[in-house]
Structures are given as C-alpha cells and as structure tokens.
C-alpha cells in the first residue's frame, strides 16, 4: 500500500473537489426527461428501453415513450390503448412499414410480443406492415366488439387534444372500416353500407369529420 490512494484492485484513485468536475449543460434536462418518460412508460426492460430512448433521442425520431401512464395495476407487459398511441406517434406518418422495426418499436415499449405475433398473422404482412390495417387490428385486439374498435381508432388517430372529440377525416374512416368489416363474417355488406352512408352524411355537417360521438349516436346503424 503506497500512500493510501491505491487499492489492490486497481490504480490508485484519483481525487476530485466539486470545482474540478464540470457537468455538461444539458445533462440535467436530458436526465430529467428520461426519468419523467420511464416512469410514464413503465418498460418491463428497462436497459433495453433505455437503449431505444437515447438512440430515438439521438436521431431525432419520436421516443418510444407512453405520453400518458396507464391506470394503476395495469399489467405493463400488455398492449393497452396508450402503447398502441405511443407507436402510431413513432409510426402513423408512414402508410407502409417494416416488420422487423414494428417489432423492435413494440419490444422498446416493453409489451408482450404474443399480442403481436397473433397481429401480424391475423393481417398476413410477411415483411411490411400497412400501418392503418396494423393500427385498427391492434385495437380489435383489445376492445370487445367493432363499435369500440372504432372509437378507440378515433381516439389514437385524431388530432384532437386527449378527451376532446377525436375526430378524424370520414376518408380515413371509410378506408379503415371498410378493411376491418371486410374481415368480419358477421357483418353484412349492407351493414356496413349503411353504417358508411350515415358517417358520410355526419361528416358533411362537420367539415368532412366524424368520431366517437356519431358511432355513439342513436340514429347510427348497428357496426356490430
């Protein structure tokens, strides 16, 4: 032992006072941003969320982050509404994408990849995923019957600020029910007909827009 600054372990540390170490500018925001983000996200891998979060924040791509929590005791591992907003804000400026980087989007977030799995032969994408058929197949996954389905599509695709109308262009709507009905036996090509006809004229008196309130509507043929 030499004079008390070496150990057997290694060469010997070095000391510091507090006007030696000098802490980077924008360390404090970048730490507090990502501790707000991982509590909000709630990854069930930290480490391989964090990897994901520096490299988005590095490039500059949207984080891979919950922008709201989930309700307590919600089991995080499970695809909820708000994971699946998280991917849209990463993904949805995309009309086609990648399987390979909807997996590592959806691995980063810390859900289960059965869910995912059962997605993806449910829509037959082997290498690219069409985002909207992707996006209203997950939240079929999670609802109970396709009414709620497209009311939760509404609430991740609208521009709306969260709790508000959630609307969305009658185009996108016609577009992506008329997808999601065609892989319902059950419901009926006048069924969806009609339900179209109605939302069409709904949207004619809302500046081409429609969402949850007119699915919710009385005069709303039955979309199940």
């Keep these: 032992m030499d004079n008390g600054t070496s150990t057997q372990f290694g060469p010997p540390e070095e000391m510091y006072c507090a006007e030696q170490i000098e802490v980077p500018p924008s ?54 509404e708000r994971a699946l907003a998280s991917l849209h804000l990463q993904l949805g400026d995309k009309q086609s994408i990648a399987a390979a980087v909807v997996k590592e989007r959806w691995e980063a977030l810390g859900v289960g990849t059965a869910a995912l799995d059962n997605i993806m032969r449910l829509g037959g994408w082997p290498d690219a995923v069409v985002w909207l058929e992707f996006l209203i197949l997950s939240c079929g996954s999670i609802t109970t019957d396709l009414k709620e389905t497209m009311k939760m599509f509404c609430r991740i695709y609208s521009h709306d600020d969260p709790g ?4 969305i262009p009658i185009d996108i709507f016609v577009q992506v029910f008329s997808w999601i009905a065609g892989q319902d036996a059950k419901l009926g090509s006048k069924q969806r007909d009609d339900v179209i006809t109605y939302m069409k004229d709904q949207a004619s008196k809302a500046a081409g827009m429609v969402g949850p309130r007119n699915i919710d509507h009385r005069d709303c043929p039955r979309l199940t």
């Design 27 to 80: 360390l404090p925001e970048i730490l507090k941003n990502y501790t707000k983000a991982a509590i909000r996200t709630q990854p069930s891998d930290l480490l391989a969320w964090s990897a994901s979060y520096f490299t988005a924040l590095q490039k500059g791509d949207t984080l891979p982050v919950k922008y709201r929590p989930d309700m307590p005791h919600v089991d995080h591992s499970a695809l909820t």
């Design 164 to 167: 508000a109308a959630a609307r």
